[in-house]
């Protein structure tokens, strides 16, 4: 029934006021910007005639999913200065690393350390993968925009694949410039060095290993397939089973290797049981996914 209709029965006597005790019936008529919500209120407790009361109530419009060539996906000028920051930082680091082990004749210490690096930046990549996607929203203190991206990344999978380089590291390329640089600066030790180099290296191109992850092998350069392929990369087909039901598996975004130990063992679930008991917050993944968290397969990608 239209909104015409309900008002063409609803009257109201002059002079007949509204009291707090009058009884109140919402009624909501929804528009693509707006809510109408048409408020019936008895005018009289031993009357059946009824007034309208309506109210606008505005609501936030419905989220708009990015096209592939949304300036949102673009790059600027600062992103490509954290980016270059991000990376001469690492460099550094790795330099460092090798000069000093040069002066000291080490160098199967400062490989393994590197190595470690390597594998540790993989487990590191899964638990904040996981801890973003199930906790905190866009409002979270110094995470709300990674929280926010992540959960948007989960509805359009495909636009990962869409954003530039720097778009796409400088986040992590700022986080990485100012957490190692002090290491860098107090620290000589090429062991260290080596493993401090390799480990944010491979966190803050997560992000670029992981929109890899989203290619097909047909637009990926041969050496990023070898290496998928390989193993040394996680692969297309190992992250997809992320984006499938029941979507609490498949965290990690550097190689994958960490994903079936902590799967099968179900580590990320116990600590969702250790962060319930205590804190009383219940993880995303429990929910029952909603629009909100499901691919929309039905987008179209608009070049």
Sequence with gaps: MSSLQHHKFLSRSPGQGFHHHHRVIPIRYATSITTITCTLIKDNPNSNHLVSQPQRVSRAPPVIPLTANDPGLKSTWSHRGWVATGCATVLFSLAKA??????????????????????????????????????????T??????????????????????????????SLARVVAFSVLPVELVCSDPVVLGFVGMFSGCIMFSQQFHAWAHSTKSKLPAAVVALQDAGVLVSRGQHADHHRPPYNNNYCIVSGIWNDLLDRNKVLEVLEMVVYFKLGVKPRSWSDPNSAWTEDEDAEITI
Excluded: C
């Design 98 to 139: 090798a000069v000093g082990a040069a002066s000291v004749h080490i160098w199967l210490e400062p490989v393994l350390a590197g190595y470690m690096g390597y594998i540790l930046a993989d487990l590191g990549s899964g638990v904040y993968h996981w801890s973003i996607d199930n906790y905190g929203d866009a409002s």
């Design 141 to 170: 203190p110094g995470f709300g925009s990674q929280i926010e991206a992540f959960q948007g990344h989960h509805k359009w999978p495909w636009t990962i694949t869409r954003r530039e380089f720097a778009n796409n590291l400088h």
